[in-house]
T-cell receptor
Framework: DADVTQTPRNRITKTGKRIMLECSQTKGHDRMYWYRQDPGLGLQLIYYSFDVKDINKGEISDGYSVSRQAQAKFSLSLESAIPNQTALYFC???????????????FGPGTRLTVL | KQEVTQIPAALSVPEGENLVLNCSFTDSAIYNLQWFRQDPGKGLTSLLLIQSSQREQTSGRLNASLDKSSGRSTLYIAASQPGDSATYLCAVRPGGSYIPTFGRGTSLIVHP
């Protein structure tokens, strides 16, 4: 089973709808991140959390909110989706001393979101 | 603010060539540097992570080097194969922060 999972994997929605993207991890990491990827723009950080009681805005948090329900779960919400939020969304985790080395970052498979 | 640049943005080579992908960063006060592979529409897979105290890391046909003083890392791919076709990204984590800065990646095509 994958260490970092995301649901849904694909979502098509309409402008103005509220959308929630979910992320779960089994790596036991404290740190979790939400990124957005647009063609040609690389990865942009939306929000990050270093433990259940810690939530921080990233570089593009406007129009998004998050919830850290447990160490293993970190959800991203689009309160009122708009077309320019169409993108690929990734959840990532880091922490500990995994096989990749201290603080290796691990990514989920991504959610492709289309806002019409 | 840390800036990470990857050159070239795209690369197309015949199978069997040895490749060098470049990653440069503006602030040498880094904690580590990580190389990722991303297949189209997929998530990022970690390839190698180099701590600031290390000069290189190797995994199979991949070798990553780090030169902090010049703000550079290279990913060397030996004997390239069509299955190596993907986008390769580097991410630099600064000292004192858990937030990495990503480059925009190098899109690699290895044709038979």
């Amino acid at each position: 089973d994958a260490d970092v999972t995301q649901t849904p994997r694909n979502r098509i929605t309409k402008t103005g709808k509220r959308i929630m993207l979910e992320c779960s991890q089994t790596k036991g990491h404290d740190r979790m991140y939400w990124y957005r990827q647009d063609p040609g723009l690389g990865l942009q950080l939306i929000y990050y959390s270093f433990d259940v009681k810690d939530i921080n805005k990233g570089e593009i948090s406007d129009g998004y909110s998050v919830s850290r329900q447990a160490q293993a779960k970190f959800s991203l919400s689009l309160e009122s989706a708009i077309p320019n939020q169409t993108a690929l969304y990734f959840c990532a985790t880091s922490g500990g001393t995994g096989t990749g080395g201290p603080d290796t970052q691990y990514f989920g498979p991504g959610t492709r979101l289309t806002v019409l | 603010k840390q800036e990470v640049t990857q050159i070239p943005a795209a690369l197309s080579v015949p199978e069997g060539e040895n490749l060098v992908l470049n990653c440069s960063f503006t602030d040498s006060a880094i904690y580590n540097l990580q190389w990722f592979r991303q297949d189209p529409g997929k998530g990022l897979t970690s390839l190698l992570l180099i701590q600031s105290s290390q000069r290189e890391q190797t995994s199979g046909r991949l070798n990553a080097s780090l030169d902090k003083s010049s703000g550079r890392s290279t990913l060397y791919i030996a004997a390239s194969q069509p299955g190596d076709s993907a986008t390769y990204l580097c991410a630099v984590r600064p000292g004192g922060s858990y937030i990495p800065t990503f480059g925009r990646g190098t899109s690699l095509i290895v044709h038979p």
